[in-house]
């Protein structure tokens, strides 16, 4: 090994230099101790042999020079064990200096007694012990290197210069030999120190790494013990190695319990996805609520996780590092929340009654679906204020918004602009303006009735307050919702102005469709008079054998103006006026006759065996509706068991007894009974079992998104299958295409009615669809 002092250095930083430089001096001191004895025999031999010649007073004085030398190099090296630490390297490299070189001084100057002698033996001696000592000190002083060469030169010059000088041939080649024999050692010395320095090198680079693994380990000790977010770390089967306590307090739990858990059985499944990916070498995250797994704490987390690997870079496991950002969250929520609420009533304020408006605007003009803003405010609220003091109309605007809120719908707003002002959004009122103004005028008047009961503030006397409505439905005059608005305020204030606890609409579109709706009761009132009315059927068919088997009777208005009118636009009004129940009579009455002569005339071959009525809940509700119903039947000879009312949920869900009750003696009767448009309300199937239907008819809204909202399949699919368990037969609706009717054969379901059979029609295109070929339906495939 050659040493190359560029080449060692050069990864090698100047502390590094200087901690081996300490090392070589250190391993130079260590090796001088070691020959301080064999130095004081071989000279204490040299004065021995020395005893009986001459020169014996010279070699004493020598001997003695020797011995202080070693005295002093004695002294030193045990300073040096004491003291090392106090002076640097550099001192004490000069004072070994000193030392050595003294030393290689006093015994090269032996060389001069060499030729004083003639005693050849003496002579041998000496040469023996010079050439033994360089060749010691050519690898004791090795890690010195150029100390090494100055030792052996300062030791091995004197004897030259006696040798050659000397004149003797024999001696003079015995120099050159002591010459070559220098060369040797001081290659010698330099391989050795080559060897030193290398070990050196690796000594302290490892050290180096040491000092650095431990500096890191503490690192990391210190950041997963003190670190203000969980971390914990898990093997690649998902079990829990260790946690810091941080971790452990967020999920409320013990070192027990935590280490050694199973992360595959945390009952919140959250997390699982990110675990996992890190134990396949990937990062992963999660960012959302978490339930914690004891105490049930609803938490919202960040979650992010990374591989753990071994030294040989296997995968092990991963780390998960779980930040609690659940105040965080709750602070954005509550700046949300006081961004669109009213503080003092906690419900909508204006931005996000204007906001909901908009989106209702735009919900209008795409589908038309009608709109109405009402604006309303408390008469007198101001006499209140000032007469009872501020907390006490607080109290009453917090009970006036709490009674508005139970009074409207679900998909309505009921919001506090400011003061004692409030606006109300009616949403989805259909999209005819007769049908919505209604409704809205309903609510006013549910409003009206809500503000008769007194208001129990905590005041002395209970307070008596009233509000003037204003109403603004939507309509293509209405270009934003702050038009809507202000005609809601123009109407109010008219309101105001008629004398309080009054309902206004905004005048000029209103005053027309009240006009049309007088018009349309006046002229329902005379419509079964006249013979205006008619049924058209609509054929229902049994799946498994795309036969019609029945129909379901519909009314139509022939008005000799209008032309043919909706049952839309018929219900609500007759219903209001109260005309639903002759109406609802007649109907019953048509379809029983019209099915018997369906029966009994040349269409035996058909398989139509009931007929459907529609029965409305102002209809239901008359007292005398069940024993009306077994009259007409009885009068028109239907088989009772032919015959099929349909209910909707909203008829069944008041006064359930009376309900039971009434459907109880129609079943028992023989007629059946089944829940028109399932679906669009409330109630479970599991509450609807109490009542003794006999089949379910899905409302045709699922049934128009089955193919393309797997909700609503999913919500079609559960029907059907809840259905076949309580034994209830279902008929879908407004089935249009062949793939919504194979996706419902293939989920089980018995019946359905649609366009992709047939329209409702008129009763002689029903009897032509009857008699048609085979009575088969046009459903292919
Ligand atoms: P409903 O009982 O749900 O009747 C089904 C409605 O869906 C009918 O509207 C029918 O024309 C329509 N329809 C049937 N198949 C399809 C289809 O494939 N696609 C679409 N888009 N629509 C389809 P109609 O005749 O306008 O009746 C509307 C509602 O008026 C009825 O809904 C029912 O609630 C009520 N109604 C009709 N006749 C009477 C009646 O005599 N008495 C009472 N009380 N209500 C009636
Ligand atoms: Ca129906
Ligand atoms: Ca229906």
Redesign the pocket.
Known sequence: MVFNKKDFFRDVDTADKERIHSEQVAIAFKQAFASLFPLFFGASVLLFLFTKTPLFSQVALWFSIVIATLLWRFWLLRAYRQYSHDYNTKTWERRFMYVMYTSAAVWGSSAFFLFQTSDQLHQFFLIFLLTGIASVASGTLASLLSMAIVFLLLLLVPMLMVMFLQGEFEFQMMGILVVAYFFLLASASKRIHANIMSALKSKILHQKAMEALDLSEEHFETIFKEAPTGIFYYDINLIVINSNIEMMKKLQIDKEQMIGLDLKKLPDTCLYEAMISATKGEKGYYEGPYVSMIKKVNLWITFQTSPMYNAQREIIGGVAIVTDITERIKAEEKIKHQAYFDALTDIPNRVLMKDRLEQSLSHYRRHGSLVAVMFLDLDHFKSVNDSLGHYVGDLLLIETAARLSRICREGDTVARLGGDEFVILLNDLGTDPLVAVTRAETVAEKIHEVFSTPFDVGAAETITTSSSIGIALVSSEVQSADDLLKFADTAMYQAKKEGRNTTRFYQDQMDQWIKKRLFLENALRSAIKNGELE??Y?PVIEISTKKIVGA?????WNHPELGLV???EI?DIAEESGL?VS??EW?LREACTQFVHWRSENLSQSHIDRIA????AV?FRQSDFVDKVIRIVAESGIVPSMLEL?L?ESTVIDKIDTVIDKMNRLRHAGINISM??FGTGYSSLAYLKRLPFSTL?I??SFV?DIMSDADDAALVETILSMASIFKFDVIA????TIEQFRFLENHGCQYF????CS??VQVSQFEELLTHDVQNCSVQG
């Open positions: 049924l058209y609509q379901e009777a519909l009314l139509r909706m049952p839309d219900i639903i109406i609802g109907v009525i529609n029965v409305s209809q349909e909707t028109d448009d008819k409302d045709r128009r609706e407004g089935v249009e009615q649609g366009y992709l329209k409702p």
